[in-house]
């Protein structure tokens, strides 16, 4: 594997670029391989089969490109379709929830864990499942926020509908006691400020919103340093972007959330790599 390959990433659509630049920000000289699905999104509500057909899709077209690594930025394939995928394919892929849920396990003070996901990742309970293994004296809560990607994908992070979804959703939790609440989704840190704001208003101060992509940035540091794959370079690399439909719609989003200049954004026929 040669260590001059980018990092290959991919989520459903601009979600994984909270991803992408958490690894930005740690991996200076590392060049990333993006692909969002934007054709598809969302992945929430859809079935395991679809998810893990659309990832096999994915990882065959960034390997086509030559990529050393995978990261699944999205939590839902990650939930759904990662453990299948990483018996079909010789790389290595990093999933975003295995680091998330071990980072609320270690955050959490009093025991009580909220986790906000799309549908399909609430309904996989893998969040849960990996939590308890941790520790299994842990209370955990779970909500689905289905309208949260779509107004995302809008734009709409600090919008006054944005916030009234937000109320409805995190009331939920409302005397449970959460004191972390683990982000599980990859387009919800989008919405992290206005988020934040409706915990406090709803649930109180003193809530830590846990960000599985700073986690996993961290992971695929300490990966790229165990197989000796780091690229050694120190100047800022081109990243490249692709995606299944809306090229330029993304890449104005992209120039929104990343600290680089997206200049161009690729169109592919993903379901071509079958
Ligand atoms: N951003 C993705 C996630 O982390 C998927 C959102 C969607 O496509 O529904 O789950």
């Not at 849960?128 to 709409?156: H, M, Q, R, T």
């Not at 101060?205 to 790229?224: F, R």
Request: net charge negative; with cysteine; charged share 25%.
């Amino acid at each position: 594997m040669s260590c001059d390959l980018p990092i290959g990433v991919f989520d459903s659509g601009v979600g994984g670029l909270t991803v992408a630049k958490e690894i930005m920000s740690r991996l200076a000289g590392e060049r990333i391989l993006y692909f969002g699905d934007t054709a598809r999104v969302p992945y929430g509500s859809k079935s395991k089969e679809t998810i893990t057909e659309y990832s096999r899709q994915i990882v065959r077209f960034l390997l086509s490109q030559g990529v050393k690594v995978i990261v699944v930025a999205c939590n839902t394939a990650s939930a759904l379709a990662v453990d299948a995928v990483r018996k079909e394919f010789d790389v290595p892929i990093l999933d975003v929830v295995n680091p998330g849920a071990q980072a609320a396990a270690q955050i959490t003070k009093n025991g009580s864990i909220g986790v906000i996901g799309t549908e399909a990742t609430i309904r996989s309970g893998m969040y849960s499942k990996l939590l308890y293994s941790i520790n299994p004296d842990l209370n955990i809560y779970s909500k689905a926020c289905p309208l949260f990607v779509p107004l995302a994908e809008e734009g709409w992070i600090y919008d006054s509908v944005t916030k009234e979804v937000a109320r409805r959703y995190l009331e939920e939790f409302q005397g449970k006691g959460v004191d972390t609440i683990v982000l599980g989704c990859t387009h919800y840190p989008l919405l992290r400020n206005l988020i934040r704001d409706v915990v406090r208003e709803v649930l109180g101060e003193g809530i830590t919103l846990v960000d599985p992509a700073v986690e996993t940035a961290k992971k695929l540091k300490q990966l790229l340093a165990g197989q000796d794959l780091f690229s050694g370079k120190e100047q800022v690399p081109e990243h490249t972007f692709y995606v299944s439909d809306g090229a330029e719609k993304f890449r104005s989003l992209a120039n929104s959330i990343l600290p680089c200049n997206v200049i161009e954004t690729k169109d592919v026929t993903i379901k071509t790599f079958e």
